[in-house]
């Protein structure tokens, strides 16, 4: 698959220098981003983790530079769209891990999507054997060291959406690609992101307007036997928004009471 638009640095282009730190070392961020009728979903609330992102890193990011890819980028977007922001160190001017200062590298492209209206009947998910890397300095972040989730991933049973990952004490962490919640009680629950993981933006905007349901939040650490007594387990990121989980594994949910009342209530927000 071809990307429908690719701005790099500014200049449209579909190349990085082979020196660039995200490719040597995994060095930057990334965001995925929903589009829908030329309109990217939740964009501030996007940038502002990515800049935020950036500090914690010590990279230097020109956000207004990347406000100008993104409408560039924007021009052809058919009705649904995938925008993706990459930001890198950028290029060194010597080899070696130890970080140096200068501009960062945006990379913005441009993909096609399907609609994942069909998604809100429930999917299913598997369990990896693969387990999340532990790193608290790299907690929440989507950093581009992704290889944990890119062999967790290798583990998706043919008609399931995803695996969830344990780290190695056995807490549940997340999807490949998503974050979740189990349901008990009507309060909702998500694995703190303290030591592993990313910390979606949908993940922080059911946070923000589950209580406005009336529903409680939490965060703690979360295991299999939680699963296992949950009235339901719901997933989100940015490409699917908020979506029930008809079965972990062997275990099926029955409700997705919940899950579809957060999903209506999420979908109906002004991005």
């Not at 036997?225 to 989980?245: H, Q, S, W």
């Amino acid at each position: 698959m071809s990307a429908l638009a690719t701005w790099i640095d500014g200049v449209a282009g579909d190349s990085v220098p082979v020196d660039d730190r995200g490719l040597q070392y995994g060095d930057g961020l990334f965001e995925t981003i929903l589009v829908r009728n030329g309109e990217p979903r939740f964009l501030a609330a996007h940038l502002s983790r990515l800049a935020r992102g950036c500090v914690r890193l010590g990279i230097s990011l020109d956000v207004e530079a990347l406000r100008g890819d993104v409408t560039r980028a924007l021009a052809p977007a058919p009705t649904l769209a995938i925008l993706k922001l990459v930001i890198t160190r950028g290029s060194a001017s010597r080899r070696g891990y130890a970080p140096q200062s200068g501009p960062a590298r945006r990379i913005v492209t441009l993909w096609e999507t399907v609609d994942t209206r069909s998604m809100a009947g429930g999917v299913t998910l598997g369990v990896a054997h693969t387990r999340a890397a532990t790193n608290p300095a790299l907690a929440g972040l989507k950093h581009l060291n992704r290889l944990d989730n890119v062999l967790a991933a290798a583990e998706i049973a043919g008609g399931d959406f995803d695996v969830l990952m344990l780290d190695a004490a056995d807490r549940l962490i997340s999807g490949t690609s998503c974050n979740f919640f189990v349901a008990r009680d009507g309060r909702l629950t998500t694995p703190k992101l303290d030591s592993a993981g990313v910390a979606g933006v949908l993940r922080a905007i059911v946070q923000r307007e589950a209580p406005k349901l009336g529903l409680v939040v939490q965060e703690r650490a979360l295991t299999l036997t939680d699963l296992a007594v949950a009235d339901e387990v719901l997933v989100t990121n940015a490409r699917i928004g908020v979506v029930p989980v008809s079965r972990v594994g062997e275990h099926a949910f029955r409700t997705f009471e919940l899950a579809l009342r957060l999903r209506g209530h999420i979908e109906a927000l002004d991005a």
